[in-house]
């Protein structure tokens, strides 16, 4: 049996990983499929702030061999303070992931350019290992895309839009995040309002120069009228403070507007963030000024990406593609970590049947997905009202949620049931540390 070509679109945080678990198969190397990993951005990525690793998340960084590297590149966040105009903590959760539930901050907080550097120099370690015993490994490919993708049953045949080549693959993975082109290419453009949902909230990732009088190992939470939220958190290695600012708006057709790759500069984005955050009171005037001269700005219009199936034919959708829970959920960066492993393990599993592998995926990831994307709308508007008066009335309902600890009550239902975290053993090697 021919080893399977396998092109896998996007390197960030699940493309690497689905990368590093198919070299992990119980195969010998000249076996192991023969991957390509393209990525459209012409250099590494570094940009975005905080992302969390939880519940099944921990055992794929473990498996991966990462987990020590992991934990030590972690941001410290300690957990989550609200504060009021003039920084006065008025309530605050520890951070904490495990059987009390999933509060704010998890156990393994990360900086996402920093993750994804990892992932992809593990993928890369895994690549250079399987090459000396003779087997294929990885090739990346950078700075270039997809413009035509077609399949006949047996391939895929795709063309690459900068270097004009042409070639088949067994299976194409998509990658290639929320707004996926793979997703687009493959099932056309015409359902994609269907399968791509807005929540109605827009934001923006950066990081600004710590400022150590008020800057602390917690994060720093400000709500304030007009559905507004202001964040600063800490990262520790890197010496900065990150900042996450969004609104919940279903009126402003600007936000949305923005946020649409290629219609708009970075510029635009931050002069409507500006516009909506600049007079929000607390430190929104240093947020803003430092937010003005920060090139990792990252903006984000929150949409979940809703799928009956993430394949068709050979090409199958992984990650955010698939299923985007959003930032919201705090489980995107883990349904990428187990959707890549549950993906290679199938793949290792059923060989050349590459259909069967794909309804094995289905079946496993299915549970956890629908989970995960319950992220719960109408409680998070009720938290973050649109007048001045419900903002004093939440906070003093968190208040008293906080003190009486019936919050965590809260956690525990947000944590997903034992039953949707189970982890299939496949026969994949476990990497040593
Ligand atoms: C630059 C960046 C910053 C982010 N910042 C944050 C953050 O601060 N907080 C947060 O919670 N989440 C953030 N995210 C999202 C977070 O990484 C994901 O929600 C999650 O980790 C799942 O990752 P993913 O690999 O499925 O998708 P993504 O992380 O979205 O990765 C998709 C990758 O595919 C590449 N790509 C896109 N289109 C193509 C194409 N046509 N061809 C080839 N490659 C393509 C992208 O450049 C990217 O590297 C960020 C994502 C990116 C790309």
Redesign the pocket.
Known sequence: MAPLEILI???????P?LASFLLLAPQPASQKPRITV????SGF????????IRSVGAQMIRKLGIEKEVHASSTGEKGVQWVTSDNRPWASIEAGDDDKGHTPTSDIEI???R??RILYEKSKALSDRVQQQGGAGIEYIFG???DELDQDGAKVHVHFAKSGSRRAFDLVVG????????RRMAWGVEGERERVRPLGVYGA?FSIPRRPETDTEWRRCYHTAGRRVLMLRPDMPSNRT?A?LYTINDKDPRLAQVGIDGRSSMGEQKALIKEYFEDAGWESQRIVREMMATDDF?Y?SMEQVKMDRWSKGRVVL????GY?A??MSGL??T??LF?AYNLAGSLARYGDDVAAALDEYETRMRPFVTKAQDVKLGLFRFMNPESAWGVWLVDRFIRFMTWTRIINLLFLFKKPPKETEVVEDYGLETVKE
């Open positions: 679109v996007g390197c960030s945080i699940a493309g990983s393209l990525e459209r951005s990525r570094t940009q975005g702030q905080n992302v969390d900086m996402r350019g993750l994804s270039d895309h997809l990658a290639d995040g929320v707004q996926s082109l793979t990732f990150t996450f990252y984000v992984l990650g955010d593609a985007c959003t930032p995107g960066t349904l990428a959707g």
